[in-house]
């Protein structure tokens, strides 16, 4: 019997193409896994009426443990006009299987990190006075509560006459009192106290374990002083029981300013949930974008890893497929390391750090290509070939002996 059970879930577009590799190069290290399909995304959703289907959500609360492609998620009208012609009209509503999973399993901590590899072209640079340049580290965490804030779901179009009646007690509703109910949509931000206090305390248990240096909490306390305010407020207590990592307080807007002049002076970063999918992003731009990014959704039982990208449909029926899948191995890599392989992570990572390096496969992506059927002509590497050129140096640094063992324990260049 396998040590662990991973439920695999590509999902829609490239998810198809990505999570295969990861799954051969989590092979290639030999992580003792069974790997179980379960079904997931927007065919279930024509099909079914439901993204996330009953024996998915079945299969994640009996193995804990999921690595998740990519899905399309469309517009209320675009969902409810692909539905089986036989669904429609019965009251089923698209909602993202992603989200319902974390709010399902309370998948309430995401983690993002965003940690550049040297040589890579996509990183950032910084011009010098001189006309040269420099190339700063960027290593920087994200740390996103996942459950609350914008993305809790309660939200109205033409909302129930309790909920006007309830938003007409506050005096900053006034100018909407007289807005036909059709004209009216609403979003709640919602923050609860505990969990906000509980990703500040993730944030910096990762800062200290780490050796990261500083903490910041990315919000905008001055204009949306009560939910922005909880979570500055929750930061500042956490960080009195860390007394050697200092607190950075930054307003979102003015974070996505100073993340492009000096990156590498941030650390770990915290923010609510539709904050920190912005300065994610954001960050994992400066890293080498989309095709670098992972993330992990953790609760306190069940964990799923999924890179950060869309479903990319436009690329999905290429063949051989072009997308590059260095942010899917990385989310591997992130799974890997929550089950304490922490070896084998950074064998992967280490691996992937020196193809990135060497520079000589690179996906078109890496090359600034247009993507396309024309890219691999243009010399760009399928996905099929950067895995291989990946499990390839892997199998040369086992054979020569020539891992950094420190690197690996220290999960290689998470470290300040």
């Known amino acids: 019997m396998a040590k662990h059970t991973v439920v695999t879930m590509p999902g829609d577009g490239i998810g198809n193409q990505v999570l295969p ?69 019965k009251g089923y509503s698209y909602f993202s299987p992603i989200v319902t999973m974390r709010q399902r399993f309370h998948l309430d901590t995401c983690i993002r990190p965003c940690i550049s590899f ?79 206090r509980k990703i500040c305390r993730g944030a910096f248990e990762w800062a200290k374990k780490y050796g990261y240096k500083s903490v910041t909490i990315c919000e905008k306390p001055n204009v949306l002083r009560e939910t922005s305010g909880m979570m500055e407020e929750e930061a500042k207590n956490v960080a009195r029981e860390f007394p050697g990592i200092a607190l950075w307080s930054t307003n979102i807007d003015a974070q996505t300013m100073w993340l492009t002049k000096n990156p590498e002076e941030y650390g770990v970063v915290v923010a609510s949930n539709l904050f920190g999918d912005v300065i994610s992003d954001a960050f994992a731009g400066l ?19 999924e890179p950060t990208h869309g479903s990319a449909p436009k690329y999905a029926e290429l063949d051989p497929p072009i997308v590059n899948p260095i942010a899917m191995f990385l989310s591997a890599v992130m799974m890997l390391e929550h089950v304490g392989e922490i070896e084998k992570a950074g064998r992967i990572r280490q691996a992937i750090s020196a193809v990135v390096k060497q520079g000589t496969v690179r996906t078109y992506d890496m090359m600034r290509l247009p993507g396309g059927p024309k890219a691999i002509a243009q010399g760009a590497a399928s996905t099929v070939q950067m895995t291989d050129a990946v499990i390839a140096e892997f199998e040369r640094q086992a054979g020569s002996h020539g891992l950094d063992r420190e690197l690996v324990a220290a999960g290689n260049s998470r470290q300040r």
């Open 21 to 89: 590799e990861a799954i051969r190069l989590l092979k290639a290290v030999q992580f003792d896994a069974e790997y179980i399909h379960a079904d997931i995304g927007w065919d279930c959703w024509c099909r079914e009426g439901n993204a996330l289907p009953d024996r998915t959500v079945e299969l994640l609360a009996k193995h804990k443990l999921g690595l998740f492609g990519a899905i399309t998620s469309k517009p209320k009208k675009q969902a409810d006009a692909e539905l089986r012609p036989e669904l429609r009209g």
């Open 287 to 305: 890293v080498g974008g989309l095709g670098f990014a992972a993330s992990g959704n953790i609760g306190d039982e069940v964990a799923v890893f």
């Open 118 to 196: 040297p040589g890579n072209p996509l990183n950032f640079i910084r011009k010098k006075p001189d006309g040269g340049f420099e190339e700063p580290l960027v290593n920087v965490v994200v740390f996103r509560q996942n459950t609350e804030g914008l993305y809790a779901g309660v939200e109205w179009t033409n909302p129930p006459e309790l909920v006007r009646a309830a938003l007409a007690t506050h005096s900053k509703f006034k100018p909407f009192a007289g807005i036909a109910g059709p004209d009216l949509a609403i979003s709640v931000r919602i923050i609860t106290r505990n969990a906000a």
